[in-house]
């Protein structure tokens, strides 16, 4: 049974930073992809970003690009996406994935149960 537990979200202004992390039970990060998503109110589940099993290659939507980083720790079994220059169409609920590929791009098969991100203009 794969477990996923996401946590930092929280209220921030633009501009601010925030890092959200994703514990990983049940399948480990070493081999398998994992991903984030979000979904604002009203609006469709958006792919955020996504890491190849055990790090490495990444994958990226294009409104986060160059302002938002994925990364794994092995060790740890936890996924983390790192979020610079928010904006308030940021904000958003966000979930973490796992796919029992090795490919960040997925298909996902496993979910958290969200953590939210607010930014106040």
């Known amino acids: 049974q794969v477990q996923l537990v996401e946590s930092g979200g929280g209220l921030v202004q633009a501009g601010g930073s925030l890092r959200l992390s994703c514990a990983v039970s049940g399948r480990t990060f070493s081999a398998y992809g994992m991903g984030w998503f979000r979904q604002a109110p009203g609006k469709e589940r958006e792919f955020v970003a996504g890491?190849?099993?055990?790090?490495?290659?990444?994958y990226y939507g294009d409104s986060v690009k160059g302002r938002f980083t994925i990364s794994g720790d092995n060790a740890k079994n936890t996924v983390y996406l790192q979020m610079h220059s928010l904006k308030p169409e940021d904000t958003a609920i966000y979930y973490c994935?796992?796919?029992?590929?090795?490919?960040?791009?997925?298909?996902?098969?496993?979910w958290g149960q969200g953590t939210q991100v607010t930014v106040s203009s």
């Open positions: 890491i190849n099993g055990g790090g490495g290659t990444t």
């Open positions: 994935a796992s796919t029992k590929t090795s490919s960040g791009l997925g298909p996902y098969d496993s």
